[in-house]
Every structure is written in structure tokens, then in C-alpha cells.
């Protein structure tokens, strides 16, 4: 039998068997100082991009409002606009880092919907190729990922540092 080790995932159960999870993660997330610590990789007016912890592939951001709502039609209008303007950005930094063949982007919306932080919704974008569900998330639950978090945040950063000089 072949064993597969996740460490990074200790930190998470271990705060959940102690009963030290946040309330929200986006709230805490935003909350702290470190953007390093809670992979915060740009901080716009209203609203923020932060790496999944947990990715379906390299280069998996999730665009999250700072204001803690569940619901579209709570948010106002300047914020529904700033999250679709950092897409686009999020979109560019996509091509730009992984030439992908196409993207996902998507929002889950209450626990039916499959939302795994139901309180606060957040926009996924994921980078995707042809043939890119591999036999490893089909077989072992699975997924095979290139690269660190580490390194995708640095990634990250950078881009939407150039991003923004250059514009």
C-alpha cells in the first residue's frame, strides 16, 4: 500500500479539533497584518484576492468582498464592480503565469450549493487545460499540483505588482 502525507493540512485540523477555527476565514484573513502568512495577494478598495489554501489546481485565487455578506444582491454596486474588474486582472495574471487553455470562475452560494464558507461569498478563478482532470483526483481524491502555495503567492504578488505600475 502507497501512502500519500498532506502536512499542511495538520495546522487545519488540529485548530478544528481544539475549536480555534475562526468564525470566518475571510474576515480573519483580512483582519491580520501578514498578507505572506494568509496568502493575500492584492488588496483593492473593496474587495481582495487570496490563494485557496486548498486549490484544484496552481493558480486557484478566490476575489472576496472585505464587507462579510452571503448573498449577490448584498452587495453594492461599487463592490459587485470592483470584483469583476480584479477578474479581469486575475484573468490577465492567469495567462500571463500558466497559459492556460481556458478558466473557471465560479461562486457557491449557501451550503446546498456546495459553498464550503457559507457566510461569506467569494469568487473562484482557476486556470484550466485540456485534459487536465487526471487520473489521481478520479482514483485517489487526489490532486497533483507543480508548485507550492508559496511560490504561486510570489507569483501572484509580483503580477499584480506589475499590474498596477503599468498601468
Known amino acids: 500500500m502507497d501512502f500519500l502525507w498532506t502536512p499542511w493540512r495538520y495546522q487545519y485540523i488540529a ?27 492584492h488588496r483593492g478598495a473593496s474587495c481582495f484576492v487570496i490563494l485557496n489554501l486548498y486549490p484544484y489546481t496552481s493558480g486557484h485565487v478566490m476575489i472576496v468582498p472585505y464587507a462579510h ?9 461599487a463592490t459587485l464592480s470592483e470584483m469583476m474588474r480584479l477578474a479581469q486582472k486575475v484573468e490577465k495574471i492567469l495567462h500571463m503565469l500558466y497559459k492556460p487553455d481556458g478558466m473557471n470562475y465560479g461562486m457557491n452560494l449557501g451550503r446546498a450549493a456546495g459553498a464550503g464558507v457559507t457566510g461569506h461569498l467569494h469568487l473562484h478563478a482557476l486556470p484550466r487545460w ?12 487526489t490532486r497533483v499540483h507543480p508548485e507550492t502555495l508559496a511560490t504561486t503567492y510570489q507569483r501572484f504578488k509580483e503580477a499584480f505588482a506589475q499590474q498596477t505600475t503599468t498601468k
Do not use: W
Not at 23 to 28: G, K, L, P, T, Y
Open 69 to 77: 455578506v452571503a448573498e449577490l444582491a448584498l452587495c453594492d454596486a
Open 15 to 41: 485548530q478544528a479539533i481544539a475549536g480555534k477555527q475562526p468564525e470566518c476565514i475571510f474576515c480573519d484573513a483580512v483582519a491580520r497584518s501578514d498578507d505572506e502568512v494568509t496568502q493575500i495577494v
Open 130 to 141: 485540456v485534459g487536465d482532470a487526471n487520473f489521481m483526483t478520479v482514483t485517489a481524491e
